[in-house]
C-alpha cells in the first residue's frame, strides 16, 4: 500500500465479508488487522484483497512490497515512459504512420496500466470512485476522442507519481523498521560454564545471558556481574553513557561499552521496553490526527463533486450551447485527472509518522497523530514536583526531636510505618534508616493517608507520619513545631511530623520532625526556560508539599505559579482551571499518583518511563528519561508537525483550484494536470519526510 485510497479499498473490500468484526488498515505500517470469527479464514480475506486489486500475504513483516515486486513496477514505468517518449518523436517528426503511434501509444498504457487497470476495475464492482477508475476512464476517453499520446502521458505520469510515491512512503516506513533493527537477533546464553548464542526467543525470563564490549544488548535484564557504560540513546535519547554496575538495569536495543555484562533476563523478547516502544508506535499510526480526519471527510465529497461537474462540463455545453463534443470531453477528462486527491489524503499521514518516529529516536513515546497535534497546540503545562523539578530521590537532612525523644526512636517509628508505602518520602525515611543501622519492625494496622502520611501501631501504641496538614488536621501543632516546620519549609525542605495519634485515652503529642531534601534537577531551570521560549504561556507546580517548600523551588527555576498541600483530587481542579484559561494544557506526573490529574489535562505526560510498563501504558507522551527539557523538544516537534501538515494541506489545495480554473477555461491540458498532481504529492511527502531530520 502506498496511497490512502488503498485503504478504503482494503475496508470496503474487508469489511461486507460474514465473521469480520472490525478491520484496521496502517498505511505507513503496510499491515492490516482484522478482528474476524472462525468461520473465516485468512486464505478467504488474502483473496478478497486480490479481488480489489491489491495484493497480501501472512506475517509480512517487513511492511513494505516484496523487492521483485517493485522491481517490475520499475520496470514497467520505464517501458511506458520509453513507448511514450518514441511514440511522441514519431508523431512530431511524422516519421511513421497514424497506426503504428497508436500502436506505440497503446503498447506504452499498457506497460505503465498494468497495476492500475485491476484495481480500477475492483474498485467499479464495489461502485467506489478511487484514483484508479478517475485515471482509467481519463486514458480511456482520452483514446476515445483520438488523443493517444495523452491518454499515453497520463498513464506514464500516475504510474511514474505511484512508483516515486512508493519509494517515499517506503523511506518513512524505513525510518519506523530502524527502531525494529535496534536489538539484535541473538543472545549470548549461559549454559552451564559456557555460554552459546541461541535466538532471542529461546531465552527465558530469569536466564543468564554475557554483554561484550561494544554490542547492543538483546533484552531487557538485570546486571548479576561486570561493570561498563551503557549507551541508552536508543531508548532515553540521553548523549551521555550511563554507568551500570550490579543491581542496576539495561534495555534491549541500548549499547554497552567497553566492559563485559552478565545479565539476568527479566522480560521475554515480545514485551521488552524497546518491543512495546515499537507496538505503541505503530499503533499509534493508525490513530486519525484532527486533520487527517478533515482530509478524508474533505476528499470522501470532493471527488464525486469534481466527478459531477465533468460529466457536467461534459454534457452541458455541448447540448445547451452547441459546444464541439471533443473540446468538451476533453475538458471534462482534464477534471477526472484533477480529482485525484492523492496529494491532499497523503499529506498528513507521512506529516504524522515522520514526526512520531523522529521523537521516537529522541526518546520521546507519542501515542498517536491526535496526541501529536496536541503537543503542538499546548500552550499551558502543569507539573509535579517530585520526581520532575526534583531529581525524586529526597534524602533525611535532619532529625529534630521533641519531648525527650532521642533522634533513634523517632526514626524506629517514622521507618516502620514508612516501611509500608513506596511514596519516595517514605522510602527515603526507610533509606536513612538502614544506612543509620536502626532495627525497626513492620507496624500493625497500616493505613495511608492520601495527600498527607500514614499511620500504624507499634509496640501497642498508635503512631503517625506525615506532612505539615496532617499535624494541622490532628491538631498536635505548638507554636515551636510552626516555628521549626516554618524554618525547615523555608529552605525548600519537606518535613515528616513523627507522633502519637490522638484518641479518647491519648490527646497526641509530636515526637519529632524529620526534614527531607530533594535535590532540584540541574537543568529544571534551563527546561523551564526551554518550555517558556516553546510557546508555553504559564507553568504552573502542583505539589502535596507544603506551600513554603513549593514557593522555594518555583522560585528557584522560573516556574510560573505554585500550588501546594493538594490531595490527587485537588490537582485534578487545578489543572481543570488551568484548561478553563488556556484550553491545551499538559500535565507532568509520574503516570500512577498524577493519572487522575494526567487524564484530565488535554496530554497526559510520564516522566522517566523507560522501563515503567505502567507509565508508557497510561500516559498520552511519556519520556524514556527524567528530563524535563525534552518536553519543550516535543512541543517543537509538534507545533512543526502542524505547521507542515497545514502547509501542506493549504499547497495541494491551491493547486487544485488552480487546475480546476485552467481546466475549465481550457488552458491546461491531460499531461500538464495529471504532472501538477505528481508534482504536488512528491512535495507534500518531501516536506513532510523533513521532519525525520532535527531542525
Not at 513496477?73 to 511513421?96: D, E, H, K, Y
Not at 545471558?209 to 540513546?233: C, F, H, K, W, Y
Not at 498536635?476 to 485515652?505: F, N, R, T, Y
Not at 497510561?618 to 516535543?634: I, K, N, P, R
Request: glycine share 8%.
Amino acid at each position: 500500500m502506498d496511497c490512502p485510497d488503498e485503504v478504503e479499498t482494503v475496508e470496503r473490500a474487508l469489511k461486507p465479508l460474514p465473521g469480520v468484526r472490525d478491520v484496521r488498515v496502517n498505511l505507513m505500517g503496510g499491515k492490516v488487522l482484522v478482528a474476524h470469527d472462525n468461520t473465516i479464514t485468512p486464505e478467504q480475506l488474502i483473496a478478497a484483497i486480490g479481488k480489489a486489486g491489491l495484493k497480501a500475504s501472512l506475517d509480512q513483516t517487513e511492511g513494505h512490497e516484496p523487492a521483485d515486486a517493485q522491481r517490475s513496477r520499475l520496470i514497467s514505468v520505464a517501458v511506458s515512459g520509453a513507448l511514450t517518449g518514441i511514440g511522441l518523436v514519431a508523431q512530431w517528426s511524422n516519421l511513421a504512420p497514424a497506426p503504428v503511434r497508436i500502436g506505440v501509444f497503446a503498447c506504452a498504457i499498457i506497460a505503465g496500466g498494468w497495476f492500475i487497470f485491476p484495481k480500477a476495475l475492483g474498485a467499479a464492482r464495489r461502485r467506489s470512485l478511487d484514483m484508479n477508475v478517475l485515471m482509467t476512464v481519463a486514458v480511456l476517453g482520452a483514446a476515445a476522442i483520438g488523443e493517444w499520446s495523452e491518454g499515453a502521458a497520463v498513464v506514464f505520469l500516475f504510474a511514474l507519481s505511484e512508483l516515486l510515491e512508493s519509494f517515499s512512503v517506503a523511506r518513512a516506513r524505513r525510518a519506523i523498521q530502524s527502531l525494529m533493527k535496534l536489538a539484535p537477533e541473538t543472545a549470548l546464553l549461559k549454559r552451564g560454564d559456557q555460554f552459546e548464542e541461541v535466538p532471542v526467543a529461546q531465552v527465558s525470563v530469569g536466564s543468564i545471558i554475557a554483554i561484550q564490549s561494544g554490542a547492543r544488548v538483546p533484552l531487557d535484564g538485570e546486571v548479576v556481574t561486570g561493570n561498563s557504560a551503557i549507551n541508552q540513546a536508543p531508548i532515553t535519547g540521553e548523549s551521555m553513557p550511563v554507568e551500570k554496575q550490579p543491581g542496576d538495569t539495561v534495555f534491549a536495543g541500548t549499547i554497552n561499552g567497553e566492559g563485559a555484562l552478565e545479565v539476568r533476563v527479566t522480560k521475554p523478547h515480545t514485551d521488552t521496553t524497546l518491543a512495546r516502544i515499537i507496538h505503541l508506535v505503530e499503533e499509534a499510526q493508525s490513530q486519525k490526527a484532527p486533520s487527517q480526519r478533515f482530509v478524508d471527510t474533505f476528499a470522501r465529497y470532493y471527488t464525486p463533486a469534481v466527478f459531477a461537474v465533468a460529466l457536467l462540463v461534459w454534457l452541458v455545453p455541448p447540448l445547451l450551447a452547441g459546444g464541439m463534443w471533443t473540446v468538451w470531453t476533453y475538458r471534462a477528462l482534464v477534471l477526472l485527472v484533477i480529482a485525484c486527491p492523492c496529494a491532499l489524503v497523503i499529506s498528513t499521514p507521512v506529516s504524522i509518522v515522520s514526526g512520531l518516529t523522529a521523537l521516537a529516536r529522541r526518546g520521546v513515546l507519542i501515542k498517536g497523530g491526535a496526541v501529536l497535534e496536541a503537543v503542538g497546540k499546548l500552550t499551558a503545562l502543569a507539573t509535579d514536583k517530585t520526581g520532575t523539578i526534583t531529581e525524586g530521590r529526597p534524602r533525611v537532612t535532619q532529625i529534630i526531636p521533641f519531648n525527650s525523644k532521642s533522634a533513634g526512636e523517632i526514626l524506629r517509628v517514622a521507618a516502620a510505618i514508612d516501611t509500608h508505602s513506596q511514596h519516595p518520602l517514605a522510602q527515603a525515611v526507610v533509606a536513612f534508616a538502614t544506612e543509620e543501622k536502626v532495627a525497626f519492625p513492620r507496624a500493625e494496622n497500616y493505613q495511608a493517608r492520601n495527600g498527607r502520611g500514614a499511620e500504624g501501631e507499634l509496640d501497642g501504641h498508635h503512631y503517625f507520619v506525615g506532612n505539615h496538614r496532617f499535624a494541622h488536621e490532628l491538631a498536635v501543632c505548638s507554636p515551636a513545631l510552626e516555628q521549626k516546620l516554618a524554618e525547615i519549609e523555608a529552605q525548600a525542605q519537606s518535613v515528616v511530623v513523627v507522633g502519637h495519634k490522638p484518641h479518647a485515652d491519648c490527646p497526641g503529642e509530636v515526637l519529632g520532625v524529620l526534614a527531607v531534601g530533594d535535590a532540584v534537577r540541574p537543568n529544571a531551570a534551563q527546561a523551564v526556560r526551554a518550555l517558556h521560549e516553546a510557546g508555553i504561556r504559564q507553568v504552573v507546580m502542583l505539589s502535596g508539599d507544603n506551600q513554603r517548600t513549593v514557593d522555594a523551588i518555583a522560585e528557584q527555576v522560573g516556574i510560573d505559579q505554585a500550588h501546594g498541600d493538594l490531595l490527587p483530587e485537588d490537582k485534578v481542579q487545578r489543572v481543570r482551571d488551568l484548561m478553563a484559561r488556556h484550553k491545551h494544557t499538559g500535565m507532568i506526573g509520574d503516570g500512577v499518583n498524577d493519572a487522575p490529574a494526567m487524564a484530565v489535562a488535554s496530554v497526559g505526560i510520564a516522566m522517566g518511563a523507560a522501563g515503567t510498563d505502567t507509565a508508557i501504558e497510561t500516559a498520552d507522551m511519556a519520556l524514556m528519561q527524567d528530563d524535563l527539557s525534552q518536553v519543550a523538544e516535543a512541543i517543537r516537534m509538534g507545533r512543526r508537525t502542524v505547521r507542515v501538515i497545514q502547509a501542506n494541506i493549504a499547497f495541494a489545495l491551491g493547486v487544485k483550484a488552480i487546475f480546476l480554473a485552467l481546466a475549465l477555461t481550457g488552458h491546461t491540458s491531460l499531461w500538464l494536470a495529471i504532472l501538477a498532481d505528481t508534482g504536488a504529492t512528491l512535495v507534500v511527502i518531501a516536506n513532510a519526510l523533513r521532519l525525520l531530520t532535527p531542525k
